[in-house]
Structures are given as C-alpha cells and as structure tokens.
C-alpha cells in the first residue's frame, strides 16, 4: 500500500487506516485480534485508538499486534474522553451481552449512539467522563496510554471530540504537548472531532494545530481536505452516512442505476462497488494523512485494501467528477445527507 508522510511531520504511514472504534461490535477477543492481525497482514500500518474504545479494553487489545511490529506500525490514540470504572467493569462481561445485542433491531444504531461519549443520552453518562483537556489531563492520559499500549512512545496524541469550555489553561496545554513532542513521547499532535465544532477550539487554544482527525464524507467534505492546508489532516466516516444514503436512493430510484453504471463506468447493482467508489473518493479528496476505515468483516478489510492504491490511476479524475455529481443529484434528493451531524 501507498505510504504517505503526514504533511508538515516526519510521520509516514500507508494511507488507509484502520478505525478500532467499531471493532467490539465483535463480542470476542480472539475474533477482534483476528481482524487486527489480517489488517496487518494486508498492508494497513495505521492503527486508530482511543481510551474509551471497548469500554478501556481497546488500547490493550491493541498492544499484542504492535508487539515485534512497532517501527512498521502508526498509532493515534486520543485523551479527553474515559470509561468510568463502571464502563470498565462492564468490559469484562460485554462478550455474551452482545452476542444478545447483534440479533436486536437497531443494534448498529444504538452503538454509534454510544460510541459518543458522555454526551450520548443517560447510558453514555454513565459509561463515559471527562477530566477536561488540561497539561495535567493530557498528562495522566499520555502515561495510561503507553502502558496499555505497551510503548515508549505515540505517534499522533490528540485532544478527543473536545468542546471549548472543557478546555482549561489552553496555553500550558500547548507547551505540555509540544514539549511531549520534542523529547519523543509524542511525534504529532492534534485535535479529533466534528468539523463544526473545530472553530471554537481553534480560537481557545490559540495556535495553529499541527493535525486535525475530523469526518468527510461526499456530502459533506471535510473543509480541511478540500482547501489544501499545510497540516495534516486524518480523515473518517466516509461510508457511514454516504453509503446508506446512496443505496436508499437506487432502491427508491431503480431507473437511475443504469444512467449511473454508465456515467460510472462501474456496475452500482454490485454490493461491493459503492463501499469501493467511496473509499477511493475519500483517499482522493485527502492527500495530507490516512483515511480511516473500519469493519469487523474481513471480505471488507480485503475489498477497501484492494482499492486503496487504485484511488489515483488513470481514470481517477473522471471518476471522481462522477462521484461529486452523483453526490449532488442525491443531496438534492434528500437534502438532509449534506447537513453536519449532531
């Protein structure tokens, strides 16, 4: 797979990454070490991780992969966001419970609910906390996160889904991080989090920030990506909504499939094709880090793989013009898939 330097560090990683935020969806340990290792093995060297993934097992399950492979691996890992020790005593017990959970309505739903944080309704209250993005926070997270992961050090360190007011003593933070950068214990930083919300932050920590980890998809590009700034950017999210959206529309408009397999050049009636029509979208509109990709499916691992270094070949640049017409004449559609999430 293609390597890619994140712009403005020293930082090289392949460009498609593997998101582990979605990877409990399996209920077990062996199969979820299973995906890790077959993403390895099919040339994904970027690992994205977080305290809260897994209800705090995530970071852990993580380490075995990156044992014996770290100078061939990437990792970002955030702070900001923690599994209360309810949340990390529920950890223990999650295997059968979503056995249980998969086989109910509205499962995926409900986990992406979850998956917010503290913010997310009564239950993610109750799993989820925050200390606030503080020197001292970012400080005892650093400290978690490389004894979970078992390493000296962590390439990309970002704030996790900050909000302004949460963030106290901007100043020292932003010395705390560099200073984390410059002895090693770091090689960049950054913020992840909704796009919207990146101006408030902006202004509070009253810097340039050197990477940001924000959503794109082909409604709603990251603006990041598209104005070509200087910094890195990593990007995730591109299936999540787009790709629900375009197959509604298909099956609501079954006469526009052929117009499109033409416009295309690709067969839209191919489950597979949608998922790889995005993912190579996604790589073309980010050209400064990874695109994130997740699944628990190792048939998806293989297919969003297979078309990663595909993305730019010669036929790349009427594809993609395709791709951004089709976005239009679907969000006219349903105006709804261009407007940011909550």
């Not at 932003?174 to 090693?184: F, P, S």
Request: proline share 6%.
């Amino acid at each position: 797979m293609r390597i890619r330097i994140l712009a403005g560090t020293e930082v090289a990683t392949t460009t498609l990454g593997f998101g582990c935020a979605g990877l409990f969806r399996l209920p077990w340990k062996a199969d979820r070490r299973a995906i890790l290792e077959a993403a390895y093995e099919l040339g994904i060297r970027h690992f994205d991780v977080a305290p809260m993934y897994g209800l705090g097992r995530a970071e852990a399950e993580l380490a075995p992969v990156l044992k014996h492979r770290r100078g061939d691996m990437t990792i970002t890992t955030k702070f900001g966001i923690d599994p209360t020790a309810m949340a990390r005593g529920v950890s223990r017990l999650q295997g059968p419970p979503r056995v249980v959970a998969r086989a109910l309505p509205g499962f995926g739903e409900e986990l992406r609910a979850l998956g917010k944080g503290p913010s997310s309704r009564w239950v993610g209250r109750l799993l989820y906390t925050s200390a606030g993005y503080s020197a001292q926070a970012a400080r005892l997270s650093l400290t978690r996160s490389l004894r979970a992961l078992r390493t000296d050090y962590i390439d990309v360190f970002v704030l996790h889904d900050p909000v302004g007011h949460l963030i106290s003593q901007a100043p020292s933070l932003v010395a705390y991080l560099n200073h984390e950068r410059d002895v090693g214990h770091i090689r960049c930083w950054g913020v992840a989090g909704e796009p919207k919300d990146l101006q408030t932050v902006t202004q509070k920590l009253q810097e340039t920030i050197p990477l940001l980890e924000l959503r794109d998809d082909i409604f709603l590009p990251c603006p990041d990506v598209t104005r070509g700034t200087a910094g890195a950017t990593i990007t995730f999210g591109m299936l999540g909504r787009a790709l629900p959206v375009l197959r509604k529309f298909f099956l609501q408009f079954p006469e526009e499939r052929d117009a499109w397999n033409t416009r295309i050049g690709h067969d839209l009636g191919d489950t597979t094709t949608l998922p790889m029509l995005l993912i190579r979208e996604a790589l073309r509109r980010n050209t400064t880090g990874p695109v994130l990709f997740s699944s628990t499916r190792l048939d998806r691992v293989r297919v969003a793989v297979a078309n990663a270094d595909s993305a730019n070949d010669a036929s790349g640049a009427e594809e993609s013009k395709a791709m951004r017409q089709l976005a239009f004449t679907v969000s006219s559609t349903y105006p709804q898939s261009a407007v940011p999430y909550d």
